[in-house]
């Protein structure tokens, strides 16, 4: 089964800056990642998706990811009190189709410091 | 717009005592609906997931069953509870690829 790597933390970054989330994967077959926010008692959100190599940018988060490391991240530009939650990263489980569920890292847990 | 519903939201059981939790997704026809679970200290764990009425895949042996009466229904059961079935349930659907969780259903077993 495929594995996800993140960091647990906590990452603290002050109100303002840029904060930087980063996720490995185990499996280079891997076509789609996924960025879900989860405050603390609450479900997951989707944020972001990215399936292409590269920059995808929303607002102020940006995904990059780099299949050849199997390294995907996101960043979050000036960083709001709002944005302290779990942040999980997620790729399919199987071949990616339609129907497959998701393997989730442990995520990370991010305090934006006012 | 689609919209995912989940109760109860919160439960606590006796140890071997039966389960029932409901989820529905409306806005949507034929979704592939998904069950997890969020234990204290660990990720989320897939449980079972429908690509149709009837059709139940698991992903975990466990004491815990699914079921998908209709099309935007799925039902997560367990005949006797165990205390490492604590945790927080989440349902989710998805048509291609991204998941949407519902609110979730937070389970203490006693």
């Known amino acids: 089964q495929k594995e996800v790597e993140q960091n647990s933390g906590p990452l603290s970054v002050p109100e303002g800056a840029i904060a930087s989330l980063n996720c490995t994967y185990s499996?280079?077959?891997?076509?789609?990642f996924f960025w879900y926010r989860q405050y603390s008692g609450k479900s997951p959100e989707l944020i972001m998706s990215?399936?292409?190599?590269g920059d995808k940018e929303d607002g102020r988060f940006t995904a990059q990811l780099n299949k050849a490391s199997q390294y995907v991240s996101l960043l979050i530009r000036d960083s709001q009190p709002s944005d302290s939650a779990t942040y999980l990263c997620?790729?399919?489980?199987?071949?990616?189709?339609?129907?497959?569920?998701?393997?989730f890292g442990k995520g990370t847990h991010l305090i934006i410091q006012p | 717009s689609q919209t995912i519903h989940q109760w109860p939201a919160t439960l606590v059981q006796p140890v071997g005592s039966p389960l029932s939790l409901e989820c529905t997704v409306e806005?949507?026809?034929?979704?592939?609906l998904y069950w997890y679970r969020q234990a204290a200290g660990r990720g989320l764990q897939l449980l079972f997931y429908?690509?149709?009425?009837?059709?139940i895949s698991s992903e975990v042996p466990q004491n815990l069953s699914a079921s998908r009466p209709q099309d935007r229904q799925f039902i997560l059961s367990s005949k006797k509870l165990l205390l490492s079935d604590s945790g927080f349930y989440l349902c989710?659907?998805?048509?291609?690829?991204?998941?949407?969780f519902g609110p979730g259903t937070r389970l203490t077993v006693l």
């Open positions: 990215i399936y292409s190599n």
């Open positions: 989710a659907w998805s048509l291609a690829g991204e998941q949407f």
């Open positions: 997620a790729v399919p489980m199987y071949s990616g189709g339609g129907a497959d569920g998701l393997t």
């Open positions: 806005g949507t026809s034929n979704p592939n």
């Open positions: 429908s690509v149709g009425i009837g059709q």
């Open positions: 499996d280079r077959v891997s076509q789609s």
